[in-house]
């Protein structure tokens, strides 16, 4: 979880890293935009960078002052993540001013749809709500458009769900969903909508339900069930919604992904948009997960067509899951279910998905 990954940052640097020297800085973006990282660990034998910046974990040099340097690039304009490893351990970059650390972005000539502007900002809320499904208290986080608060008109609602690994702080701190929609809303691509981000885990890494034998089908069926059965009526209840099908949908990344589209698909009673991003399919197809067979859930394929009103799934040319992603929708093309399939660069990565939503967002509710 990110707390975690902050506090174990802190004690890495704490074990390592000496004091920086008041002209250390990191990361350095030049003109040309090469990045330069530095860090100051005397006592290491080893660092790298890792992240979103590399394909693989980057080896750094280290001068005779103790401090590690290593340049990258020019890299195209874009948000990226990253971390080091000192010596194996996860740290945080200490010179980089960008909360929490592990942010660097690199400007390119024109804006970015996640840059901040000085357009009408929406609303994220910070929410909890009582799971009867899992007998939890559970934290969501919720978008709302900006004019929310002065209007009584409904809204359509988007469930946008994070990666293996995140939790529901995931499309705001890495995503920027807030500021991609608020953009898109300025320039008139976007209808006002909200935005339900949820956990994506019935239960928490130490929860002993979240190990053990079919660990992972009691993740899936637990969170599908927390989903529908406490997420839904929540948010119903709390905010000014449309409670039909029509102006509901589901999206999400990797994990999340995979459940969108297990979710939207055997669900199409309750959502009428579904989009995968670089969905990690195996999550819920998988004989572990409970094995959902989408070629028989689409089987229907006159009902599917007649209930969807958007299919959408994505997957970058460098992602390891690309070939299962591409296939999953040969699929669909060859059963005669109208989707879209968009094949494009990049990894597994935020700098995927970000783009992902910015295209998709505009196509769920006209």
Same mark, same amino acid.
């Given at each position: 979880?990110?707390?975690?990954?902050?506090?174990?940052?802190?004690?890495?640097?704490?074990?390592?890293?000496?004091?920086?020297?008041?002209?250390?800085?990191?990361?350095?973006?030049?003109?040309?935009?090469?990045?330069?990282?530095?860090?100051?660990?005397? @006592?290491?034998?080893?660092?790298?960078?890792?992240?979103?910046?590399?394909?693989?974990?980057?080896?750094?040099?280290?001068?005779?002052?103790?401090?590690?340097?290593?340049?990258?690039?020019?890299?195209?304009?874009?948000?990226?993540?990253?971390?080091?490893?000192?010596?194996?351990?996860?740290?945080?970059?200490?010179?980089?001013?960008?909360?929490?650390?592990?942010?660097?972005?690199?400007?390119?000539?024109?804006?970015?749809?996640?840059?901040?502007?000085?357009?009408? %900002?929406?609303?994220?809320?910070?929410?909890?709500?009582?799971?009867?499904?899992?007998?939890?208290?559970?934290?969501?986080?919720?978008?709302?458009?900006?004019?929310?608060?002065?209007?009584?008109?409904?809204?359509?609602?988007?469930?946008?769900?994070?990666?293996?690994?995140?939790?529901?702080?995931?499309?705001?701190? $890495?995503?920027?969903?807030?500021?991609?929609?608020?953009?898109?809303?300025?320039?008139?691509?976007?209808?006002?909508?909200?935005?339900?981000?949820?956990?994506?885990?019935?239960?928490?890494?130490?929860?002993?339900?979240?190990?053990?034998?079919?660990?992972?089908?009691?993740?899936?069926?637990?969170?599908?069930?927390?989903?529908?059965?406490?997420?839904?009526?929540?948010?119903?209840?709390?905010?000014?919604?449309?409670?039909?099908?029509?102006?509901?949908?589901?999206?999400?990344? $990797?994990?999340?992904?995979?459940?969108?589209?297990?979710?939207?698909?055997?669900?199409?009673?309750?959502?009428?948009?579904?989009?995968?991003?670089?969905?990690?399919?195996?999550?819920?197809?998988?004989?572990?997960?409970?094995?959902?067979?989408?070629?028989?859930?689409?089987?229907?394929?006159? @009902?599917?067509?007649?209930?969807?009103?958007?299919?959408?799934?994505?997957?970058?040319?460098?992602?390891?899951?690309?070939?299962?992603?591409?296939?999953?929708?040969?699929?669909?093309?060859?059963?005669?279910?109208?989707?879209?399939?968009?094949?494009?660069?990049?990894? %597994?990565?935020?700098?995927?998905?970000? @783009?992902?939503?910015?295209?998709?967002?505009?196509?769920?509710?006209?």
């Amino acid at each position: 979880m990110n707390i975690r990954l902050i506090v174990l940052g802190i004690s890495a640097a704490a074990c390592y890293a000496q004091p920086r020297p008041p002209s250390l800085k990191s990361p350095e973006v030049g003109a040309d935009r090469r990045v330069t990282f530095r860090i100051s660990a005397p @006592k290491a034998a080893d660092v790298r960078i890792t992240g979103d910046l590399v394909a693989s974990p980057a080896a750094m040099e280290k001068d005779g002052k103790g401090v590690w340097t290593l340049t990258l690039g020019p890299l195209d304009p874009d948000l990226y993540s990253y971390r080091f490893t000192v010596d194996g351990v996860p740290v945080v970059d200490p010179s980089n001013q960008a909360k929490p650390g592990t942010m660097l972005d690199v400007r390119g000539a024109g804006a970015a749809p996640y840059d901040l502007r000085a357009v009408p %900002h929406g609303t994220v809320e910070e929410r909890w709500y009582e799971s009867k499904t899992l007998d939890l208290s559970r934290r969501v986080f919720i978008y709302t458009p900006p004019g929310y608060q002065k209007s009584n008109a409904r809204y359509p609602v988007l469930y946008l769900l994070h990666g293996a690994g995140g939790d529901e702080s995931g499309w705001v701190e $890495s995503g920027r969903v807030n500021l991609v929609l608020d953009n898109l809303m300025a320039d008139g691509k976007l209808k006002p909508l909200l935005v339900v981000m949820p956990y994506g885990y019935a239960y928490p890494p130490m929860d002993p339900k979240a190990s053990g034998a079919d660990a992972m089908k009691r993740q899936r069926s637990g969170f599908e069930r927390d989903l529908i059965d406490d997420v839904l009526p929540f948010v119903q209840a709390n905010y000014r919604v449309y409670a039909d099908r029509e102006h509901r949908a589901i999206a999400g990344l $990797s994990l999340g992904g995979a459940q969108a589209l297990g979710t939207g698909l055997t669900h199409l009673d309750l959502f009428s948009r579904v989009a995968g991003f670089s969905p990690a399919l195996g999550a819920v197809s998988s004989e572990e997960a409970g094995g959902l067979n989408f070629a028989s859930t689409v089987a229907d394929t006159k @009902k599917v067509n007649a209930q969807l009103k958007l299919l959408w799934v994505g997957c970058g040319t460098e992602d390891t899951l690309y070939k299962s992603v591409e296939s999953f929708s040969s699929m669909l093309q060859s059963s005669g279910v109208k989707s879209t399939w968009r094949s494009t660069s990049g990894a %597994h990565t935020w700098l995927v998905w970000r @783009k992902y939503l910015a295209e998709v967002a505009p196509l769920l509710f006209g």
